[in-house]
């Protein structure tokens, strides 16, 4: 194995996926290199898979939509969690301020 | 008027709808981009169930930044973005309580288009190979891959949604493609 080929194989295969020439400095030696070639043609071989594979889907599971929304309908279920009991205090101490109000307010002397 | 247009109207005003609080047009939004959504961060992540908790969760704070979507990008776009962040904030959640390592080959999973029957059986093999390979990769650098080779995204584009710098994805993007493919190589 060829000490030079792996240190020309990153260069090498980002030519292959980019379409670019390789690297200068390892360019004379790809040409004339055919381990080299091979692995330059198989990894273009590999870049059009991996460009074909973004219009491929995996299918998500089945449950997905239900766990998204009925997170969504927790989120609301606390929201609404805290509004009630606010709403219900906020009623007793207005009602408790309005008779206390009424009980100290002055009176006519008979 | 051609169906992509009906399409995207209709897409537009599920969108308006779901920014007005309709859970049921959002609903139909999940519907329609759950599996995108789930196949990117199947990609991104590797393990399946791992994947499956990403994209609810990306779906969830999908549509709590919904009001805040303008449409400058189109919405898969949109979702393809917070994909990624939701893919990385995992991570460091994975790495922070010592759990799974995100690089463990996931279950052998076949995409939806694996089924068709006119695949030549050499490029089912080839892509069998290349999504090992991809699973096989280093986190960091399967997301740099993914996102450039599988899904063309610029490198700007990449370093924003990760975090990093643009000479960052260009170095993990350098040593993601020699690893692949001596991965590839040594599976031949």
Known sequence: MNVLCELAAPFVANSAVEGTDVARPFRAHVLSCLRCQARQVAMAKVAREMSAMSSEAFRAPLDLEWRVMSSLEGDLAVARSWRTPVALGAAVLSMAAAILIWRLRPRAQT | ?188
């Open chain 2, 1 to 188: 008027m051609d169906v992509s247009k009906v399409e995207r109207e209709k897409e537009q005003e599920l969108i308006s709808r779901a920014q007005s609080g309709d859970r049921a047009a959002f609903a139909a939004l999940v519907r329609e981009h759950g599996n995108e959504v789930y196949t990117l961060a199947r990609r991104l992540v590797g393990d399946p169930h791992l994947a499956a908790d990403v994209a609810q969760e990306t779906l969830i704070r999908a549509w709590k930044a919904l009001p805040n979507f303008r449409g400058d990008a189109a919405l898969s776009t949109w979702l393809h973005r917070i994909t990624v962040n939701t893919a990385w904030t995992h991570k460091k959640r994975a790495r922070r309580h010592g759990g799974l390592s995100l690089d463990e080959v996931a279950e052998s999973e076949a995409p939806m288009s694996a089924e068709h029957p006119e695949m030549a059986g050499e490029i089912l093999e080839l892509r069998g190979r290349l999504r090992s390979a991809l699973d096989a990769l280093p986190e960091a650098q399967r997301q740099v891959v993914v996102l450039k080779d599988v899904y063309d995204w610029s490198h700007a584009e990449i370093a924003e949604a990760m975090g990093i710098s643009v000479s960052a994805t260009k170095v993990r993007l350098h040593r993601a493609r020699a690893r692949l493919a001596r991965y590839l190589e040594a599976s031949a």
